[in-house]
């Protein structure tokens, strides 16, 4: 089984079930089973309160119209710890949803990120996390696989999951290789051949998770990087699917 475990849905507050529709027509083609969705229906890197409730309500109702196929998680600000706690306890701990999401906003190394990150533990869910590092800097509240490697030492007994392989996957792969509560989703970016063996050679084929990032970017694109990779199937099994349902719970 085939899972992405790193989707968008761009689309008006009120087309949910459209977004939906546009979707899963090219995971069909693909054979994704499942995809799993953040975010909301627009990027907003410094949401207020009430922005990460109703991004977090739209990932709900994306589920809902498709429940055999989606699954969601709560959009958590460090900003706004409070109201991420709520949504938390609303959509995992008596919901649907099965992780949390964040996204730029704070560094994940700011202590504020703590509550979310304890949170998440104890429901036993994962946290993906944003991580780039830009030749141009990164944006303000941007995280680096350094800042997560400090959210996750303090945090042993949380799951992570290092979106994107820290941007310049290279170095973001070996940063968090002894941190085994961190996994690495291989999305976004181009599609480079070695980025996949890289994951697998560095943390382990049970650590590495297919995701492409759609749909900013292609599902097919980023399915080649594990499709075409050099690795055995037993591991590249692993990375298409049963790492997530593993990390995630499905």
Request: hydrophobic share 40%; proline share 5%.
């Amino acid at each position: 089984m085939i899972v992405d475990c790193h989707i968008h849905l761009y689309g008006e507050p009120d087309a949910v079930a459209a977004s939906v529709e546009r979707l899963l027509p090219y995971a069909d083609r693909l054979d994704i089973a499942k995809l799993i969705v953040s975010l909301g229906h627009a990027l907003c890197p410094k949401p207020d309160a009430a922005r990460i409730a109703t991004d977090t309500e739209y990932v709900v109702r994306a589920v809902e119209c498709a429940p055999d196929r989606l699954e969601g998680l709560v959009y958590a600000s460090p900003n706004h710890v409070d109201m991420s706690l709520k949504l938390m306890e609303r959509h995992i701990a008596s919901g649907p949803l099965k992780g949390v999401k964040l996204w730029i906003c704070r560094k994940c190394s700011d202590p504020a990120c703590d509550p979310i990150a304890a949170y998440a533990g104890e429901l036993g869910v994962p946290i993906l996390v944003h991580t780039w590092m830009k030749s141009t800097g990164n944006s303000p509240g941007e995280s680096t696989s350094y800042d997560l490697l400090e959210l996750a030492t303090r945090h042993p007994q949380t799951a992570f999951v290092m979106a994107h392989s820290g941007g310049d996957w290279e170095r973001g792969l070996r940063t968090v290789a002894d941190q085994t509560n961190i996994c690495a989703d291989i999305c976004g970016g181009d599609p480079e051949a070695g980025q996949t063996e890289y994951g697998v050679q560095w943390l382990g084929a049970e650590r590495v998770l297919y995701g492409s990032d759609a749909t900013g970017r292609s599902l097919a694109s980023q399915l080649g990087k594990v499709i075409g990779a050099s690795i055995s199937d037993e591991d590249r099994r692993l990375v298409l699917g049963e790492n997530a349902v593993r990390v995630f719970g499905l």
